[in-house]
Structure formats: structure tokens, C-alpha cells
């Protein structure tokens, strides 16, 4: 694999940062992962295959894409092997206060896939470079700058209409594999096994587990952790249960086991997080 990658700029205390990158090459699908701030990704060229929560979209040339914070996601090449992008994150902060990321998102309000026009996408690269630029150039008043541009970033995705999905983007496996990872996100707190549901889905076990893999990065047996340990963290932060009762309704027979697990996919302990969450 061949790569050309400009350094990350960050500015505001990390609040914001920008990257430029180009591949050639199958690449291998990142660990899903999230983050507290919103994510832009917009794809110069190319093609990739998102995974998002429990949703596989296609990302074409042209294209930007504005995830949501905490929202669980990774990429991974679609049969264009080749592409070039620019990523940002942007944490709320960093954002004027008149203008808000949310109705993007909308309906959903997990992420957008945003189909440009030509002429929308050319004004699009242009904004993204001349960030880059102030922030690899540091001049004066740069990050005044920055803030300016990314604010009529904004303010030109808010301006471009509603797109109808491309009935190519719903490819029959796509759609299958939303299916099944929506399907366990909805029932994490019942009993669940990938002979089980590869039987309930009518397809085998050893293929569902290699095409869950290849789209979302996920083994089965870890999605279903994750997804219960995501449904915990909002039973702690939103109600008054005990920190035994949420790990038993999550199937943990082991407050030890609840713990570790816990701690590995959050970060923090169980309790950690229920003080941080009455806190925010």
C-alpha cells in the first residue's frame, strides 16, 4: 500500500484539527471507534464503505459525510481501492454559537450523507485547503481565520438540499448487515449467539461471521459486548439503577467480568461514568 499523508493540524486546544490523506491499496478496517467531538469526512476521490452504529453506507467521490459525537463507526475500502479525503473533528466548543451542527444530522441525528453538486464540492475542497493552510502556515490571526472558514463550511451544508438515498447504495449485503447489527443493538439485553441469529437471518454461521467482520470491523461475539456495554452506559447515565442491577440486565453474571469489560470499552469504571454523566 502507497500513502501520502499530511501531518494533523489541531488548534484550540485540540478542539478542532484537519488532515489530508491519500492511499493506494486495499486497506484493512480501522477498530470502530468514536468520539466526543463531530466528525466531517468529505472523499475528494475514490470510494469507502462506512459503518455507522448499525448502518453500512457507500461514501463516493464527492461526497461528505458529518458523524455525530459517540457515535460507533469505521471505514474500510470498497472495490475502488484508491482514495484521497479530508477528516476533521470538531468538538462543540470550537463552533460559533450561532451556528449548530444538529439540524445536519437530521433525521437521525446520528450522521448525514451529504451528495454535493460539482459546484458545491469545488467550493467544499477549497474551504477544507485553506484550512489546512492557515494551520500548517500558523500566521497571524490563523485560527480566527480557521474558525471563519469552517463556519461557511457550515453554513453552505446547511444550504444544500435534501438528497434521496441512490437506490445503489442499497446493496442487498449492505442492507443485510444493517439488518442484523440493528437487530442485535435491539435485543443486546436478551440472550444472543451467532448460530442463533445466522438461523434467524437464514444464512450460515461461518458466513455471517465473515461479513459482519468485513463491514464493520466487528467479531460478532465483540459487536454484542459492545452494544450491551453502550446500552449500560445509558441505563447508568438515565436512570437510578445499581451498578449490579445494570450488569445483570445486560447478561453479566459477574460483577468482576461487568467491570473489566466495561472499563475496556468505556474507558472508565461503571461508577466513574455514572458521576461523570450527573456531572454533564
Known sequence: MQEA???KYAIGGGSFSIQLM???GVTAMPRPHSHRSIELYYLISGERIYFIEDQVVTVREGDLIVIAPGELHATASSQVAEFERFLLHVEPEFLDPSLSVEPLLAPSGRFRLIRLSFKE???VRRLLAQ???ECRLGRLHYELCV???LAEL???LHRTEPQ????ADRHPLFAKISEIATYLREHAREPLTLEATANRFYISASYLSRIFYRFTGFHF???VTVVRIREAQRLLAETQLQVQEVAGKMGFEHMSHFNRTFKRIAGITPLQYRKRSARD
Do not use: F, T, V
Request: hydrophobic share 25%; aromatic share 4%; proline share 8%.
Open 5 to 7: 499523508e499530511s501531518p
Open 164 to 167: 434521496r438515498a441512490d437506490p
Open 154 to 156: 457550515l453554513i453552505l
Open 147 to 149: 474558525r471563519s472558514l
Open 22 to 24: 491519500k492511499r493506494k
Open 121 to 123: 464540492q469545488d467550493e
Open 131 to 133: 484550512m489546512q493552510d
Open 221 to 223: 461475539r465483540e459487536y
